[in-house]
């Protein structure tokens, strides 16, 4: 028998990894466990009827696509992937976990060529257009998958625009931070008609969230 998520429920997509998992600790300390989940198991989907969650576990990039298409009522998502694909939900809550930023970085010492396109090796191609076109600089935005760090290294990029959380790679690849653009951390996301029809459920779990993220804060 399928597990369906029903009205009843409040179905949650967290993202699957480590901030999830944390994200999964909080929803558990504010009172809404689901024991199984940590099984350890390849399931995707636990439900615990008791406490009246469903969480599935989804690639983190696509955890606001399941909110914003109402599949999920609620979701955490990092505030990098709501700048970037700005989806249609609203944002509830700071969860405080997952800090990091996002960063402009090169190769040092950077000296910007102003007569020249800014190529821009990146993830985040809106987040990018959206600063330089606000600083009125010409770029060439280079879409990648990962390892954006490798571009201006190899030449195909003069910077990157990419999450930064302990430097580390930076450092170790011989690239600076030029500047930052705004900090990030996992938000809890809620879809508008769920929002709309669960309003007093949704309300209690994020106010029970909100007290276990300050306990740990
Ligand atoms: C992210 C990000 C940086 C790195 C930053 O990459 O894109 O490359 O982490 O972390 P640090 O500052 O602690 O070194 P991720 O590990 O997600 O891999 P990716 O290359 O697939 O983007």
Redesign the pocket.
Known sequence: MSMQPNQKTLNIALPKGRLGEKAYGLFERAGYGCPDILSGSRKLLFENQEKGVCYFWVKPSDAAIYVARGVADLGVCGKDILMEEAPDVYELLNLGIGR?RMDVAARKPFVDDPSRTLRVAT?FPRVARQHYEAAGRDIDVIKL?????LAPLLNLSDVIV???????????NGLDSVETLFDISARLIAGKAAFQFKQPAIVKLAEALAAATTERA
């Open positions: 990091c993830k998958s990962g390892s954006i760090e990419d999450i930064v959380e302990t430097g580390t790679t930076l450092r170790e």
